[in-house]
């Protein structure tokens, strides 16, 4: 990773073993510790990430991470996802903090909804939402 010509990080190639050294490096410790690696698939797409315990405390906003085939985005839609996911733990507009990562055929987004390309459009928009809430509440119920 680089900003503005300096090197950040350096990482050699890996596979998912080497996932949560990397993203307690990237995300710090006391966020590594306190949240639950959470994965899950359907026929178009794959999502994995880390979402923050139930009873981690606080709330880091500026730990929303949604990548979609390794590209930052913004997107209301998974955080909806996540609301969805944490509504009987959490009340409020609060989000936990979170990573979410989504591998998807290119061809079922749209890019070009902003042009920095930090939004998309999806086309299986109720898929991937009822995806990342049952992933996630999957990883929540094997905490309690």
């Given at each position: 990773?680089?900003?503005?010509?300096?090197?950040?990080?350096?990482?050699?190639?890996?596979?998912?073993?080497?996932?949560?050294?990397?993203?307690?490096?990237?995300?710090?410790?006391?966020?590594?510790?306190?949240?639950?690696?959470?994965?899950?698939?359907?026929?178009?797409?794959?999502v994995?990430?880390?979402?923050?315990?139930?009873?981690?405390?606080?709330?880091?906003?500026?730990?929303?991470?949604?990548?979609?085939?390794?590209?930052?985005?913004?997107?209301?839609?998974?955080?909806?996802?996540?609301k969805?996911?944490?509504?009987?733990?959490?009340?409020?507009?609060?989000?936990?903090?979170?990573?979410?990562?989504?591998?998807?055929?290119?061809?079922?987004?749209?890019?070009?909804?902003?042009?920095?390309?930090e939004?998309?459009?999806?086309?299986?928009?109720?898929?991937?939402?009822?995806?990342?809430?049952?992933?996630?509440?999957?990883?929540?119920?094997?905490?309690?």
């Open positions: 990773l680089y900003h503005n010509d300096k090197k950040i990080f350096s990482f050699r190639a890996g596979n998912k073993n080497v996932m949560p050294e990397r993203f307690q490096l990237l995300a710090g410790r006391n966020f590594s510790n306190d949240s639950l690696y959470f994965e899950g698939g359907s026929n178009s797409c794959e994995f990430g880390w979402v923050a315990k139930p009873t981690a405390s606080g709330s880091a906003s500026d730990l929303h991470l949604r990548f979609i085939n390794s590209r930052y985005i913004r997107d209301r839609v998974l955080d909806m996802a996540v969805l996911a944490y509504k009987d733990i959490m009340f409020g507009h609060k989000l936990p903090p979170y990573s979410i990562h989504l591998v998807i055929d290119p061809a079922t987004i749209d890019c070009n909804v902003h042009p920095t390309k939004e998309v459009r999806f086309a299986n928009l109720n898929e991937i939402k009822t995806l990342i809430k049952e992933s996630i509440q999957n990883a929540l119920a094997r905490e309690t």
